[in-house]
């Protein structure tokens, strides 16, 4: 009905809050802290913050948790942070609760303590909290603080995932894939990855580009396969990098490129990943991508590299040098063979 005015809105907040309205203050904190609608100012933000605080307001006690355990605005102090944190949780603010549990994990401001930290976890689960949910759903799959459950954590995992978290959305899709909890289900898998990719999480690009290119779950697709791959890759995310670089190597769903699929495979052994050391060693060996016959800076793995990795990398390089047409070996590898990802 009226024109937005963030300057009016906080005019009308702060006379509230001058008159000791305890979530009128928080709400006029995070406008200071923000910098909406006035001059910033980090000072202002905290004394607001710990005005509603002290009146109970489970918010601002939050709120001020967080500036004390951060040091934003004063000193940081992980025991008076985890004080407020425990004020809000004792009012069934769930983010509290979980704030609270992650000081429990650490030992900051109070005793280290796994057990505690569960049932923190589990009340804000059971309050519909998706952090919460997820990892709580980490702690059953891997029997961490509480008794091994994968049914239980795939339940949590998706509770989590349905409601848009995107780490949850990957998760879950991993226990669609391997069937661990759950029924096993390619599809509905990759329909969750696609969710989780669509979003901008890299492992989650790196697995439905492998659907795409296995057609698991969906109609296989080597371009979609490369492109996912590559915004993969242009996070850093080590496989994808790999992947990127067979793409170039055989020209699947991109431009063969020799040059490309060298500095691909490069950064990725650089990082211990036995395929591409493989790979990498191939190609200083014949010449390709412009890589000197004795460059061999990464051609073999680490001193600390587990015996896994070295026989994962000797049998590959075994398979690409035996067989001669060595395309669909390159193409298939990572199924062939085990991956340094546990899920990979």
């Known amino acids: 009905g009226v024109p937005r005015d963030d300057r009016e809105a906080a005019r009308l907040v702060r006379r509230a809050a001058n008159k ?35 009146q109970g ?45 992650v000081l429990f994990e650490q030992g900051r401001g109070v005793p280290q303590d796994d057990a505690e930290a569960a049932r923190l976890y589990r009340l804000a689960a059971e309050q519909g909290h998706a952090g ?38 990957y998760t879950y899709g991993i226990c669609l894939r391997d069937g661990t909890g759950v029924p096993q289900d390619d599809r509905e898998a990759a329909r969750l990855f696609r969710r989780a990719a669509n979003k901008g999480h890299a492992d989650a690009q790196f697995k439905l580009a492998r659907c795409y290119k296995f ?60 395929k591409a050391q493989a790979c990498f060693e191939l190609f200083c060996e014949q010449g390709r991508g412009d890589v000197p016959q004795d460059d061999r800076s990464y051609s073999t793995l680490p001193p600390g590299s587990r015996p896994g990795q070295r026989s994962c990398a000797g049998q590959f390089r075994s398979a690409l040098r035996t067989w001669q047409g060595h395309d669909e070996v390159l193409w298939r590898g990572c199924s062939l063979f085990p991956s340094r990802s546990r899920a990979g």
């Open 57 to 101: 307001h489970a918010l601002g006690q939050l709120n001020y948790g967080k500036c004390l355990y951060q040091g934003i605005g004063v000193l940081q102090d992980y025991r008076e942070a985890a004080r407020f944190y425990g004020l809000a949780a004792d009012q069934g603010l769930a983010q509290a609760m979980c704030n609270r549990a």
């Open 215 to 274: 057609g698991r779950g969906i109609p296989q697709d080597v371009d979609e396969a490369a492109r996912l791959f590559r915004r993969a890759a242009e996070q850093g995310h080590a496989l994808g990098q790999y992947g990127l670089g067979q793409c170039h190597d055989l020209g699947r769903g991109v431009p063969q490129d020799d040059r490309l699929a060298a500095r691909l495979y490069r950064l990725t052994a650089e990082q211990g990943f036995a």
């Open 20 to 54: 000791g309205h305890a979530g009128v203050q928080n709400a006029l904190a995070l406008c200071y802290l923000l910098g909406k609608g006035m001059p910033q100012d980090v000072d202002e933000a905290v004394r607001l913050c710990r005005r509603a605080a002290e």
């Open 132 to 169: 919460a949910q997820h990892t709580l759903g980490q702690y059953h799959l891997h029997g961490q603080h509480v008794p091994q459950d994968y049914a239980e954590a795939a339940a949590l995992f998706r509770r989590a995932a349905d409601q848009g978290h995107v780490v949850a959305q």
